[in-house]
Every structure is written in structure tokens, then in C-alpha cells.
């Protein structure tokens, strides 16, 4: 048997040929490389991408929670300011209430400054009602009438400086407007003073 011998191209144009496409395919097969090896580093990059939103869902929906909790605690919060600002118009309705039933309480008092100690005697009202009527000349009708009278603070002695003012508490206001237009005296809030001397 006689072996066989493939013919060789001896055309170097064709060599030429095959070493191109040689190197064609190996570059073609570099960039597919490349691009694999850049495919695969994108990848890792959208996972880590995907985990960090996965994260960040996670804390917004922890801050939403806490949103809702700081929400309704705020509108609690607000009842409480509500309510407090009604109580404190009702507070302040009961002060001026309170504010008024003083000042009528005390529209029937007048101070009398200057009356020596001891001199009004044991019957203060008796004296008082002789004073009023020597002083101012009227003779009331009805008589004056008084609630209380009395001195404010202990006697001093007969040595020791001015006498204690005397405070009476009149039954009538329309009396102690006639006294007060009278004398001129001077206003103190929220008493009234006469000076007797």
C-alpha cells in the first residue's frame, strides 16, 4: 500500500489568510473575555447595589414607624395643649370672678389715719358714728351702720409713733359714697382711707 500525501497550498497569500483569521478569532475571543470578565463585575456591583436598597427599604421603613409613633404622640401631645388651654380660659374666667367679688367685697371699707389710740373706747361703733356725724355735719339716714370695725395691728404705746389705722366695714355703700364725696379723701386699692386728722 502506497500512503498518500494531502497536497500543501504552496500560496503564501493563502498562509496569510489563515494566520488572520487566527488572530481575528483570538481577538474576538479577548474582547468576549473582556466583556465577560466587565459582565461579571457589573453584576457584583448590581448585587451589592441590590443589598444596599434592600437596606436603605428597610430603614425607611423603620423611620415611617417611627414617623407614625412621633404623629401620634405630637396629636397627644396636642389634645393636652387643648385641653390645658381650656382649662386655662376657665381659670382665668374664675380669676376675674374672683377679682370682681374681692373688689365689691372691699368697696365697703374705708380706713380712718390719724385717730389716737385708745380714744375710741371700748364702743368703736358708737364712736365712729359721732365722728362721722361731727366731721361731716350730715345727719344719715338711716343711721350708719356698720359690719365690723377695728384697729389693724397691736396698740402702740402712748409714746411710740403714729396711732394704728382703723378699717370699718360699712352696711351701706351708698354711705361711704357720701363720706368719700365729701372729704375728697384719698383712694388706696382696694380700700378706701379717710384722714381724720
Same mark, same amino acid.
Given at each position: 500500500?502506497?500512503?498518500?500525501?494531502?497536497?500543501?497550498?504552496?500560496?503564501?497569500?493563502?498562509?496569510?489568510?489563515?494566520?488572520?483569521?487566527?488572530?481575528?478569532?483570538?481577538?474576538?475571543?479577548? @474582547?468576549? /473575555?473582556?466583556?465577560?470578565?466587565? %459582565?461579571?463585575?457589573?453584576? &457584583?456591583?448590581? #448585587?451589592? =447595589?441590590?443589598?444596599?436598597?434592600?437596606?436603605?427599604?428597610?430603614?425607611?421603613?423603620?423611620?415611617?414607624?417611627?414617623?407614625?409613633?412621633?404623629?401620634?404622640?405630637?396629636?397627644?401631645?396636642?389634645?393636652?395643649?387643648?385641653?390645658?388651654?381650656?382649662?386655662?380660659?376657665?381659670?382665668?374666667?374664675?380669676?376675674?370672678?374672683?377679682?370682681?367679688?374681692?373688689?365689691?367685697?372691699?368697696?365697703?371699707?374705708?380706713?380712718?389715719?390719724?385717730?389716737?389710740?385708745?380714744? @375710741?373706747? /371700748?364702743?368703736?361703733?358708737?364712736? %365712729?358714728?359721732?365722728?362721722? &356725724?361731727?366731721? #361731716?355735719? =350730715?345727719?344719715?339716714?338711716?343711721?350708719?351702720?356698720?359690719?365690723?370695725?377695728?384697729?389693724?395691728?397691736?396698740?402702740?404705746?402712748?409714746?411710740?409713733?403714729?396711732?394704728?389705722?382703723?378699717?370699718?366695714?360699712?352696711?351701706?355703700?351708698?354711705?361711704?359714697?357720701?363720706?368719700?364725696?365729701?372729704?375728697?379723701?384719698?383712694?388706696?386699692?382696694?380700700?378706701?382711707?379717710?384722714?381724720?386728722?
Amino acid at each position: 500500500m502506497a500512503a498518500s500525501i494531502a497536497p500543501t497550498s504552496s500560496d503564501p497569500s493563502d498562509t496569510l489568510e489563515d494566520t488572520r483569521s487566527d488572530n481575528t478569532i483570538d481577538c474576538i475571543l479577548q @474582547e468576549i /473575555t473582556t466583556v465577560g470578565r466587565r %459582565l461579571e463585575a457589573i453584576d &457584583s456591583k448590581i #448585587t451589592k =447595589l441590590t443589598t444596599k436598597t434592600k437596606s436603605i427599604r428597610a430603614d425607611i421603613a423603620g423611620f415611617q414607624d417611627r414617623v407614625m409613633e412621633f404623629d401620634h404622640c405630637l396629636t397627644q401631645v396636642e389634645d393636652r395643649i387643648d385641653a390645658m388651654s381650656d382649662d386655662h380660659q376657665k381659670l382665668q374666667l374664675l380669676q376675674n370672678k374672683l377679682t370682681d367679688l374681692e373688689d365689691r367685697s372691699h368697696r365697703h371699707n374705708v380706713r380712718f389715719f390719724g385717730i389716737p389710740e385708745r380714744e @375710741e373706747g /371700748t364702743d368703736i361703733t358708737t364712736f %365712729l358714728t359721732d365722728l362721722l &356725724s361731727g366731721l #361731716t355735719g =350730715l345727719a344719715f339716714s338711716p343711721t350708719l351702720e356698720f359690719q365690723c370695725a377695728h384697729r389693724i395691728g397691736p396698740l402702740h404705746s402712748e409714746t411710740s409713733g403714729k396711732p394704728h389705722p382703723i378699717i370699718v366695714c360699712f352696711l351701706r355703700h351708698k354711705q361711704v359714697r357720701q363720706l368719700l364725696m365729701l372729704g375728697a379723701p384719698t383712694v388706696r386699692i382696694p380700700m378706701r382711707v379717710m384722714k381724720y386728722r
